[in-house]
């Protein structure tokens, strides 16, 4: 039992960078655009979500406010690196896999020099502290299982109903949506797809830049090359499980954090089982749930990867 | 101005904005770090060729770039996107290693061993490959998120081999602890071409295997087949291709060709696997095979020339204080230039709209 609790617990904090990336994600791919730079958006976000309280840190103790800059930064460059994918896509029309690979060879990279150029090794900041909820956070189990956590966290399962609202509920949730299964016909109503498309490329990369600002400034405490370890990937592929829609998109990301959490719980336990075996277990994970939702392929925007030409009338 | 004049000032014009475009992002990049910028450049671009040393140095990293492109462009004219390399490497560096050493006090003449390890190292690698393949063929599975699942997969399977079943036992006397293979035996190792330097006689399989991957794709009707299976995957259905399958086999050539450019940089250059050995040659692959417009004649100096700014990237981070790092970005701003380019260089529309009004116009005059 035990166990169990301990892989929740954990399993819930972890979830959230691949929650906000991949709600991010269905946003891009609701509107016909498939971003695979997602993982170098996190990347960026990560590095400049620390960076900000580590300039101007005070001997470790940094103002509540700094954290709040950082991760203010994280998501407008986040959301700049996303207008910038959509320059080389939508604009330019390039293919979407392979362009988005670049972006993420980009955001990755540029991580990688600017910490080493500017901070040189591992430091680490002091983050954001847990907030517990009042009188929630005493229940018993349940209480520091889900109400004694990150103010991040909240809001993060907090955009699920929010992002379901946007989607479905608003006017440009339907614009968004008809962009991204018949631009053609959005077109034809005087929606001007390619603008829609960038918005929510915008909102995705923000989205993503927050995450991974989540990561640096909450979970790890630090930045560090590895620190996204395919989560952006992950976040992609979460989306085609949670059939485009944010609440199977959150049990997704709930499901592959306690994948993560398990290895951790184990070897809190003593148990005897090789660590990377235990860290595979994620990405297995991915593969199988891909190879097995053959009939959530119906599902998917018709016109997803596809860029719009008005000349071409698809 | 006639048409065909056109095209091509158009296509060259497009060209050199697509460079100046890189050059700028990339000084953008260099200014926000606060570098010289010119410095930079010269250091990336002389340094490398200025002794027999740095170009040595510069062939064997077009070495590994060059197979795993070639075997990238395979996959790519078939239709299918390798980003998996660096996994396939991993596995194949797995295979002929642990060939190599159980092979090595064998009574087996020692070519043979070689011979039998690299092809070791291609299976393994081939193997890595062929998942994402019948994944795409069978169950529609995107080979982008595969491919990179699995080169997480492979890279935790990469570590766990070393620090366990292939972990040198004089480390474990020793206790550094230093997650390694044993050392092969010397006369396993591929041979030093010249005195003094890391150039080892993987070039030749290098330049063999861009012969190869000529012929197999263009010489042969199982190229064909391949290539009109990626150019149009319908139409090829319709003339009788069975896509899937060529889809499945030209990933398995894909990931052996990676597996193979790890076995030759473990009996050529390290002679015992490391943890590293693979350090972004899958991705950088992708850039090399793109850069080398995806054909053989291409790629060979494509890989030169990463070859080069791998090793001047390592002096800017000794001469200039740039972190070599910064090649990463490098590649990223080369791909989305590149594929943003190329489609606006293909793009037949385009350039009827632009020469309708810049060859009539003249006509009017």
Redesign the interface.
């Known amino acids: 039992m035990n166990f169990v609790i301990n892989i929740i617990t954990l399993g819930i904090p972890f979830s959230v960078a691949l929650l906000l990336a991949s709600l991010g994600e269905m946003f891009n791919q609701r509107a016909g655009i498939f971003n695979?730079g997602c993982e170098?958006i996190m990347a960026m976000g990560a590095f400049l979500g620390m960076l900000v309280p580590y300039a101007y840190g005070q001997g470790g103790a940094t103002p509540g406010y700094f954290n709040v800059l950082g991760l203010l930064l994280a998501t407008a460059v986040g959301a700049l690196l996303g207008l910038f994918f959509g320059?080389?896509v939508i604009t330019?029309?390039?293919?979407q896999?392979?362009?988005?690979?670049?972006?993420?060879?980009?955001?990755?990279?540029?991580a990688?020099?600017?910490f080493?150029?500017f901070i040189g090794g591992t430091q680490s900041v002091p983050g954001i502290g847990t907030a517990p909820v009042p009188l929630l956070s005493k229940i018993p189990v349940l209480g520091p299982m889900l109400f004694s956590n990150n103010v991040l966290v909240y809001i993060a399962f907090l955009l699920v109903p929010v992002s379901y609202w946007v989607l479905f509920k608003t006017q440009w949730g339907l614009k968004v949506r008809a962009c991204g299964t018949f631009p053609g016909a959005a077109d034809s109503l005087g929606i001007d797809v390619n603008r829609i498309r960038f918005q929510s490329l915008a909102v995705g990369g923000a989205l993503a830049g927050l995450a991974g600002a989540y990561l640096s400034l909450c979970q790890a405490k630090m930045f560090s090359d590895e620190i996204i370890?395919?989560r952006g990937?992950?976040a992609?592929?979460l989306v085609?499980f949670g059939y485009w829609n944010p609440v199977n998109i959150m049990w997704g990301a709930l499901l592959f954090s306690l994948a993560q959490s398990f290895q951790f719980a184990i070897q809190a336990q003593g148990i005897n089982f090789?660590y990377?075996?235990a860290?595979?277990l994620p990405?297995?994970l991915?593969?199988v749930t891909?190879?097995?939702s053959?009939d959530k392929?119906m599902q998917e925007p018709t016109a997803l990867g596809i860029?719009f030409d008005r000349?071409k009338r698809v | 101005m006639t048409k065909h004049n056109f095209t091509i000032y158009y296509k060259i014009s497009i060209i050199i904005l697509a460079i100046l475009a890189a050059l700028a992002m990339s000084a953008a990049v260099l200014l926000i770090l606060g570098a010289d910028v010119m410095k930079t450049y010269a250091v990336i671009l002389f340094e490398p060729l200025k002794n027999k040393i740095e170009v040595t140095e510069v062939l064997v990293r077009a070495i590994p770039l060059s197979i795993i492109a070639l075997g990238i462009t395979v996959a790519y004219r078939s239709g299918i996107i390798n980003i998996g390399a660096e996994g396939q490497m991993a596995m194949g560096i797995l295979g002929t290693t642990s060939m190599a050493l159980g092979l090595a006090s064998a009574p087996i003449p020692p070519v043979l061993v070689i011979i039998i390890s690299l092809v070791a190292g291609g299976i393994t690698g081939g193997i890595w490959g062929f998942v994402p393949g019948i994944l795409k063929a069978k169950f529609q599975v995107s080979e982008l998120l595969s491919t990179v699942m699995l080169n997480y997969i492979a890279a935790q399977f990469y570590t766990f081999c070393l620090r366990g079943p292939l972990l040198d036992p004089a480390e474990m006397t020793t206790g550094s602890g230093t997650p390694q293979s044993m050392r092969l035996p010397k006369d396993l190792w591929l041979g030093r071409l010249l005195r003094g330097t890391r150039l080892h006689a993987g070039i030749f399989i290098a330049l063999g295997l861009a012969l190869l991957v000529y012929f197999l794709l263009w010489r042969t009707t199982y190229g064909y087949k391949m290539r009109a299976a990626g150019a149009g995957k319908k139409a090829a259905r319709y003339g009788g291709i069975n896509v899937g399958l060529y889809l499945t086999v030209s990933m398995v050539i894909s990931g052996a060709f990676a597996g193979l450019a790890g076995g030759i940089e473990v009996l050529g250059l390290h002679h015992r696997a490391i943890e590293g050995i693979t350090s972004g040659y899958g991705f950088s692959g992708i850039v090399v095979a793109l850069f080398g417009a995806l054909h053989p004649a291409g790629i060979v100096p494509a890989s030169f020339f990463f070859g080069m700014l791998l090793v001047g990237a390592d002096m800017t981070q000794r001469m200039v204080g740039v972190p070599a790092n910064m090649i990463q970005v490098l590649e990223g701003i080369i791909i989305l230039v590149i594929v943003s380019a190329q489609m606006v260089l293909g793009d037949t529309y385009l350039m009827d709209r632009l020469e309708r009004r810049f060859v009539h116009k003249e006509a009017v005059k």
């Open positions: 695979l170098g320059l080389s330019f029309k390039a293919p896999g392979i362009a988005g690979i670049g972006l993420q060879m980009f955001g990755v990279g540029l990688g020099t600017m080493r150029h370890a395919g990937f992950i992609v592929a085609y090789p990377e075996f860290v595979m990405y297995v991915v593969i891909l190879a097995f053959r392929k860029p000349e």
